[in-house]
């Protein structure tokens, strides 16, 4: 699988953050490449939605000033501004921010199953932080993928229940790339791009704790195989989403 860059190493990152990074790092590389397609430069004004590694790595392969939305107290980083917001409090419009910015491009990945509230009523105040024809780009797993079918045939559920630590939930709520399709367009958005696929590491799917060990074998197996999926199949969904 590539590498990011040389300045960006899996084995510098320790413990579970180290397991997830390793897992995500093709999905960070499909999703610098996609945004380098979108015409993404230093002038373009990003929000990267769920202030992560990948907010540092879109500033420096662009040497953009990327902001960030999520839980942590406003504040500044050394890759822009950070901007304090519960999407779950999307569901009380007068709760909404209104002093953001807003932006060429936000990037919204692998935040959307985090959430319990109504995917419409995110999107709407996304939508409010998106520049008149600017982009959302919406990153999620694909809820129909083969893997979880096959658990489902076998009679076990290929969804992770709700976790107890409230910081850190798990997943909610998965969808199809139809589901999004419709919700994104009713919440005021147009859709430009659709594209499932696998790119993540399967070596690395086990990434849950320190003790969780790589699967060389099976995991490059997965890495061949999945790829050749049909679409509906596959395991990533990638939205690119003009605001309307």
């Known amino acids: ?23 995500h790092s093709p999905r960070y590389v499909f999703l610098l490449q996609l945004l380098a397609d979108l015409g993404a430069s230093e002038n373009t004004r990003i929000l990267d939605v ?7 790595l879109i500033a420096r392969r662009f040497g953009a000033r990327v902001d960030s939305l ?3 107290p406003d504040g500044a980083s050394n890759d822009g501004a950070h901007f304090r917001f519960d999407l779950n409090r999307a569901l009380e419009e007068e709760a909404w921010r209104r002093d953001l910015p807003r932006y060429d491009v936000v990037v919204m990945a692998e935040v959307i199953e985090h959430l319990h509230t109504a995917p419409e009523l995110v999107l709407a105040f996304i939508r409010t932080l998106v520049a008149d024809g600017g982009l959302l780009v919406l990153q999620t ?4 993928s083969l893997p979880k079918r096959i658990k489902l045939a076998l009679g076990r559920n290929p969804y992770e229940r709700i976790r107890a630590d409230a910081s850190n939930p798990g997943h909610f709520r998965e969808y199809t790339a139809n589901e999004l399709r419709r919700l994104a ?7 430009e791009r659709c594209r499932s696929g696998y790119y993540f590491d399967a070596r690395y799917a086990r990434h849950r704790g320190p003790a969780d060990r790589p699967q ?8 061949s195989v999945y790829p050749l999926l049909p679409p509906t199949l596959r395991e990533g969904i990638t939205l690119v989403l003009r605001r309307a």
């Not at 699988?1 to 899996?10: C, H």
């Not at 367009?185 to 859709?191: C, D, I, N, Q, W």
């Open 1 to 23: 699988m590539p590498a990011i860059n040389d300045s960006f190493s899996v084995a510098s990152i320790r413990g579970h953050d180290r397991g997830y990074t390793a897992f």
């Open 50 to 56: 769920g202030r992560s590694a990948l907010t540092s």
């Open 70 to 72: 999520g839980l942590e």
């Open 141 to 144: 797993p694909n809820a129909a």
């Open 185 to 191: 367009e009713s919440s005021g958005f147009r859709t």
């Open 216 to 223: 060389p074998v099976i995991g490059t197996l997965k890495n």
